[in-house]
């Protein structure tokens, strides 16, 4: 019989292929691609669980962990705001730097102000914040401070390039949890104290304001009425945008109903307010920009103070007797902040709400210290809250429109104007887009910051005024674009 032929050896199963790992970047491996469009002008951000997860909030922190690295920063502060998919992305977030060798501190849920303030207490001014700020529920993303530099346009790009070409590093970093809450709360009851109790109602639209702002104002001497304080990143009763009237409703309703001296409502993150007066009207940015600049160019005379484009031209004047310098910036917080830190300014300020108060506390856009700082002059003045107001006079004013259009659309009208508009006997300024001011009022067209929109917006000293603003703009806005929906 023939010898029963030898089973064969097993074949060895083949060693399974690492998977690409972008912190080590080695020849040949692909990190996974990330959406470009979350690379945004001053944030990083999009829709969470779609082009936001968190294998793209890992690779985010890994970016930013090799950016602080290349500049010698060894600790980064993180945080999240109460928004629904924000722990995942923390940690996320925090796994990234750690592996990229980067010591995280890690001070849970609270608003990008004490994150802020974190970052200056306890690293060389390093934080990252974990918001999704005014924008809908299903938004998160990143907001980046490295040595107190608050990254946007390039910067921002840049991460995305080093994702690209793997231009990362690996280490073994460490983490802490911290608290600074009580240390913020005790900080600003310090410096500030009311020489008279003012009854105020506070909208904090359940985002993550409701565990601070509230402490915050009671420490100071405020009789606080919270409204929607409890957090829920579903914001089920209002969108958390104070720069939206409608918005402002159930507060004004409050502010009437319990005769209150003041309302105060923020954003989802506290980095952004909205105010509204006892008889409900609403007192938009620029005007508490006069109310602080006031008080501020008085003792410091010469003092620079940072505006965006849209704010109104009462404000500007108003600088200017004072003996302040107004400086315009683009319309966007990254861009008040870095003129702000270049002009050494004592006050900044955008339409959307963000308000930056150097004087006796830190350059960044802090709307609960912005709101304290406010009632301590409100409360100094012995008049009713309405009539110190009124002392900031307000034109004729549109609200802020948007117009969409292609994306690169807008940039390509805006150039257009710049080159080819005619604004007789106007005042151009091209800091962001063009605005021309006239002797009766001014408009107003820019690109959006955060997405294919026109911005535009228009002041008159009267209805007369505001309309033939109106009409010239948009005369100029259909030579350059004829189909474009021009409904204002």
Known sequence: EPEPKPEPKPEPKPEPKPEPVALQGRPGSRPPLLDPALFRPGYIGGVVEDSLDARSATLIGQ???????????????????????GAVLLSALSQGLRGSGVDVIDIGAVPTPVLNFAAVELTDGSGVMVTGSHHPADHNGFRIRLGGEVLHDEGIQALMTRIQNQDLVSGTGRIEEQSVTDRYVDRI????????????????????????APQVLAAIGADVIPLYADVDGN????????ANPENLEDLKLCVRNFQADLGIAYDGDGDRLGIVAPDGEIIWPDRLLMLLAR?????????????????????????????????????????????????????????????????????????????????????ADTRPVSDILGDFPAFRSSPQIRLAVEPGQAESIVAGLMESAAFADGRISTVDGIRVDFDDGWGLVRASHTGPALVLRFEGKDAKALDRIKALFKNELKAQAPDLNVLF
Request: net charge negative; hydrophobic share 45%; proline share 4%.
């Open 63 to 85: 970016a930013i962990g090799a950016e602080a690295s290349s500049r010698g920063i060894e600790r980064i502060v993180v945080a999240r705001d109460g928004r629904l998919f």
């Open 235 to 242: 914001f089920p009763n209002h969108h958390p945008n104070p």
């Open 295 to 379: 008080d501020l160019l008085a003792r410091e005379s010469g003092a620079v103070v940072v505006h965006d484009s849209e704010c109104s031209s009462h404000l500007l004047a108003l600088i200017e007797s004072a003996g302040g310098r107004s400086v315009m910036a683009r319309s966007a917080d990254p861009f008040v902040a870095e003129a702000m830190r270049r002009e050494q300014a004592i006050l900044a300020g955008l339409m959307s709400g963000h308000l930056f108060i150097a004087d006796r506390w830190f350059p960044f856009d802090d709307a609960i210290y912005a709101s304290a700082r406010i009632l301590e002059l409100l409360a």
């Open 189 to 212: 009851g310090m410096d500030i104290q009311l020489e008279r109790p003012l009854k105020v109602v506070l909208d904090c639209a359940n985002g993550i304001t409701g565990t601070v």
